[in-house]
């Protein structure tokens, strides 16, 4: 059994050889396209929409900051890391008996950068700025689906957007 399906011209000339849960189903679909569009339901879009905006402004900015902070601190470890590598191979060309300051000098820097590799790992990991990041990408992805979703529905004519109380129940629902 065989299912053609013609392309309609318009709305009210649908020719269709399926089954009838499939004709039901259509006849649903289109029933319910652009129902539901009173000015209380555009409303609550439309508000929903701007406190979407809201978050998606504040996750970037937060986005922004730990991205940020990630960098300097990447950028001050390679520095560290490459002092510390540079004073460890001058250690060990030198002996303590010709130059007693200069690797006494030697130890303490290594010493010094070291601890300082330490403690910006350390801050790094206690304060969660790789955690918190990707947890803000994540719920900045959210944001913008659930307005694209809303601005999508408004920008599309009344008659072919989806039922506005079908959009309302599924975003409160997730959001």
Do not use: C, H
């Not at 569009?37 to 929903?48: A, G, K, P, R």
């Not at 940020?68 to 060990?92: A, D, E, F, M, P």
């Not at 992805?141 to 039922?163: D, H, V």
């Amino acid at each position: 059994m065989s299912t053609e399906i013609e392309i309609p011209s318009s709305k009210n000339n649908f020719n269709a050889k399926s089954s009838s849960k499939e004709s039901e189903l259509l006849n649903e679909l289109e029933r319910n396209l652009g129902t539901d569009w009173n000015v209380s339901n555009i409303l609550t879009l439309v508000e929903w929409l701007n406190i979407a905006s809201l978050y998606i402004l504040l996750l970037d900015k937060q986005i922004s900051y730990y991205r940020k902070i990630l960098n300097q601190i990447t950028i001050y470890g390679l520095v560290v890391s490459t002092i510390t590598s540079t004073v460890s191979l001058s250690q060990l060309s030198m002996s303590e008996a010709e130059y007693p300051n200069l690797t006494m000098a030697l130890k303490v820097a290594f010493s010094i950068t070291s601890i300082f590799t330490t403690i910006t790992t350390g801050a790094l990991k206690v304060m969660k700025i790789q955690e918190n990041l990707e947890t803000s990408l994540e719920y900045y992805k959210k944001w913008n689906n659930f307005a694209s979703e809303i601005s999508g529905q408004l920008q599309i004519p009344i008659e072919i957007r989806k039922n506005a109380l079908s959009i309302i129940i599924r975003l409160k629902s997730n959001f």
